[in-house]
């Protein structure tokens, strides 16, 4: 008998990505379809990357080392290094296909079956899948949209600590609230971790997108943590970089990397053109960065500021990345951001939104947020919040 593993029947849906065949469907009847649904940002990769693609002149495109090429994990850790993280040698990273196997392999080294990682949620909805693919359980702490998603209290967080746990695991800054931990908040759970002697994880993907006067504080840059951190990391956002799937894990823990290289050499290797551009990026870097984070700041308000004139909507600022987690008046925000593709448009144009849900373990949570993606140009930021305030006073089930 031909049968489906029951892993594959409680694998979730991406909320970024499930609504995908609604948006289709729009589009073939001559609907534009703004995509605030996903993190895709629209400035361009660096002028070195689109260089090093076209000038790429091997006639063998090759495994690379299962650990990734020298030549970016040196340019990893002189990145790390001039961002006043110390005693980061290439022998520090993993290159990973993107953040996303970064996660995979972690949870598959640190937790056997049934064992738990707690996370603050609203968190990445892709931590459900990876979670899933490895049978181990969230213990969610849940956080508020009324105190802008701030870290719940160091006491939430103990009083989910069993002899399953395995990590606390975070999203800095965060995707999919925009909210940056303070030093303050990271050396409590620094404590907490080393109480228990449990493992601190930090998605650091977002680490370059703060429009706050704080300096971001990575959880590397505690040497107490030198065998309980690890951070994902990613070139996606940084560069613009999302369909080169190039990111890396990094801690000092010996023997998670030793555990860590075995996971690397199943798979086989990191893609060798990804890993080539993404040196170059860093090689070349200029004032990429800057230049993206004005930008993103300018997006920022003009998307709070145009939803916070539509009535009933609850929208915290965020202090990082490029998302905002908002609440809406509405009965079901998965059903309404369906409406929105199948049922409505304002002169021939609609939006496309990430329902709330997706982003929580308890997914009786989030029923009335969504959360949007401000990497549009302004005009086209403008014109969505334009769409959507129509929507929710036409929508059937907009709470008055």
Same mark, same amino acid.
């Given at each position: 008998?031909?049968?489906?593993?029951?892993?594959?029947?409680?694998?979730?849906?991406?909320?970024?990505?499930?609504?995908?065949?609604?948006?289709?469907? +729009?589009?073939?009847?001559?609907?534009?379809?703004?995509?605030?649904?996903?993190?895709?940002?629209?400035?361009?990769?660096?002028?070195?990357?689109?260089?090093?693609?076209?000038?790429?002149?091997?006639?063998?495109?090759?495994?690379?080392?299962?650990?990734?090429?020298?030549?970016?994990?040196?340019?990893?850790?002189?990145?790390?290094?001039?961002?006043? #993280?110390?005693?980061?040698?290439?022998?520090?990273?993993?290159?990973?296909?993107?953040?996303?196997?970064?996660?995979?392999?972690?949870?598959?080294?640190?937790?056997?079956?049934?064992?738990?990682?707690?996370?603050?949620?609203?968190?990445? +909805?892709?931590?459900?899948?990876?979670?899933?693919? @490895?049978?181990?359980?969230?213990?969610?702490?849940?956080?508020? #949209?009324?105190?802008?998603?701030?870290?719940?209290?160091?006491?939430?967080?103990?009083?989910?600590?069993?002899?399953?746990?395995?990590?606390?695991?975070?999203?800095?800054?965060?995707?999919?609230?925009?909210?940056?931990?303070?030093?303050?908040?990271?050396?409590?759970?620094?404590?907490?971790?080393?109480?228990?002697?449990?493992?601190?994880?930090?998605?650091?993907?977002?680490?370059?997108?703060?429009?706050?006067?704080?300096?971001?504080?990575?959880?590397?840059?505690?040497?107490?943590?030198?065998?309980?951190?690890?951070?994902?990391?990613?070139?996606?956002?940084?560069?613009?970089? %999302?369909?080169?799937?190039?990111?890396?894990?990094?801690?000092?823990?010996?023997?998670?990397? @030793?555990?860590?290289?075995?996971?690397?050499?199943?798979?086989?290797?990191?893609?060798?053109?990804?890993?080539?551009?993404?040196?170059?990026?860093?090689?070349?870097?200029?004032?990429?960065?800057?230049?993206?984070?004005?930008?993103?700041?300018?997006?920022?308000?003009?998307?709070?500021?145009?939803?916070?004139?539509?009535?009933?909507?609850?929208?915290?600022?965020?202090?990082?990345?490029?998302? %905002?987690?908002?609440?809406?008046?509405?009965? @079901? +925000?998965?059903?309404?951001?369906?409406?929105?593709?199948?049922?409505?448009?304002?002169?021939?144009?609609?939006?496309?939104?990430?329902?709330?849900?997706?982003?929580?373990?308890?997914?009786?949570?989030?029923?009335?947020?969504?959360?949007?993606?401000?990497?549009?140009?302004?005009?086209?930021?403008?014109?969505?919040?334009?769409?959507?305030?129509?929507?929710?006073?036409?929508?059937?089930?907009?709470?008055?």
């Amino acid at each position: 008998m031909l049968i489906l593993s029951e892993k594959s029947k409680s694998m979730p849906a991406s909320p970024i990505r499930k609504l995908v065949p609604y948006a289709d469907k +729009a589009k073939e009847r001559g609907t534009k379809v703004y995509h605030l649904n996903i993190g895709q940002p629209d400035i361009e990769s660096p002028k070195a990357v689109l260089d090093g693609l076209k000038n790429f002149n091997s006639t063998i495109i090759s495994y690379t080392h299962s650990e990734g090429t020298l030549e970016y994990r040196k340019a990893l850790a002189n990145y790390y290094t001039n961002r006043g #993280i110390e005693n980061l040698t290439p022998e520090n990273f993993i290159a990973t296909l993107g953040g996303s196997e970064a996660l995979l392999f972690i949870f598959g080294i640190i937790a056997n079956p049934g064992d738990e990682i707690i996370i603050p949620e609203p968190f990445y +909805a892709n931590y459900n899948g990876f979670t899933c693919e @490895n049978d181990v359980n969230i213990v969610p702490i849940s956080s508020a #949209i009324e105190n802008n998603f701030a870290l719940p209290s160091i006491e939430e967080f103990a009083k989910k600590i069993t002899d399953k746990t395995r990590a606390i695991l975070i999203c800095n800054p965060g995707n999919p609230t925009g909210y940056v931990y303070s030093k303050e908040e990271l050396i409590q759970l620094k404590d907490l971790v080393l109480k228990h002697d449990i493992y601190l994880i930090a998605d650091e993907v977002y680490a370059e997108y703060l429009y706050t006067e704080e300096e971001f504080t990575s959880i590397l840059s505690f040497p107490e943590l030198e065998n309980n951190a690890i951070v994902i990391d990613s070139e996606s956002k940084r560069f613009s970089l %999302c369909g080169a799937r190039s990111g890396s894990l990094v801690s000092r823990n010996k023997q998670f990397l @030793n555990a860590a290289m075995l996971f690397a050499q199943a798979r086989l290797s990191p893609v060798e053109i990804s890993q080539h551009i993404a040196t170059l990026a860093h090689q070349n870097v200029g004032t990429y960065f800057e230049d993206c984070r004005a930008e993103y700041l300018k997006r920022r308000n003009i998307l709070v500021e145009g939803l916070k004139t539509i009535p009933g909507v609850i929208c915290p600022n965020p202090k990082g990345a490029f998302y %905002c987690m908002i609440k809406l008046p509405v009965d @079901n +925000a998965e059903k309404f951001a369906v409406w929105l593709l199948e049922s409505f448009s304002d002169n021939g144009e609609t939006v496309m939104l990430a329902p709330g849900e997706g982003f929580y373990s308890n997914h009786e949570l989030g029923k009335q947020e969504v959360r949007l993606a401000y990497v549009l140009k302004e005009e086209d930021l403008i014109r969505s919040v334009e769409i959507l305030k129509t929507a929710l006073e036409q929508y059937p089930g907009t709470i008055k």
